[in-house]
């Protein structure tokens, strides 16, 4: 099967992208609508699995019978199959770049690895969807699509908030990081 590029993923993507913003933005408002008191006792590991949690109920609701997208757990690693565009989804938070930094499961590595995995039919591109907050860890940056292969990061697309976007330009923006050496 050829690779696909970023910018035919992203295209075959784009009615989905809109959710996935509204996924990690209403995830995160709702973490930091918690108490101030909570707030301060909660580490980064604490905000991140908060967050997370989050996610996952605003996907489950988000896309509770929509057709041709099928939740799955695999050993405990959530993720979405969404049959058109022939994708599968797991959420997270990442840093700029569509890394996240947290030590992966075996599921994990094996999904950005691109591995087979127990009922999760081959070969959907394996994506990763999240957020990325500022310095502080407090304020919401952007949401992002990344494009993981193993250790490293194919590709990163930000997803331009509605608010945000002009006609006729793309609901996303290519973010990846590039070599310093690139030639």
């Not at 108490?35 to 905000?47: M, T």
């Not at 590709?155 to 070599?179: G, L």
């Amino acid at each position: 099967m050829p690779k696909r590029s970023i910018t035919e993923i992203m295209e075959a993507m784009e009615g989905f992208l809109d959710d996935f913003d509204q996924i990690a933005r209403e995830a995160h408002s709702r973490y930091r609508a918690y108490s101030p008191a909570d707030l301060l006792e909660l580490d980064v590991r604490a905000q991140a699995a908060c967050t997370y949690a989050h996610m996952v109920a605003a996907a489950d609701r988000r896309f509770d019978g929509r057709p041709r997208v099928r939740p799955l757990e695999i050993r405990g690693l959530k993720v979405w199959l969404l049959d058109e565009p022939n994708v599968v989804i797991r959420l997270k938070k990442m840093d700029e770049n569509g890394a996240s930094r947290r030590y992966p499961t075996k599921q994990a590595k094996a999904f950005d690895a691109g591995k087979e995995l127990p009922n999760l039919p081959m070969p959907p591109v394996r994506l990763t969807i999240g957020y990325h907050l500022d310095r502080t860890g407090t304020q919401f940056v952007r949401s992002q699509v990344a494009r993981p292969e193993g250790r490293s990061i194919a590709w990163c697309a930000a997803i331009v908030a509605q608010e945000d976007r002009e006609a006729d330009k793309p609901i996303w923006i290519d973010v990846t990081r590039q070599s310093r050496f690139a030639a």
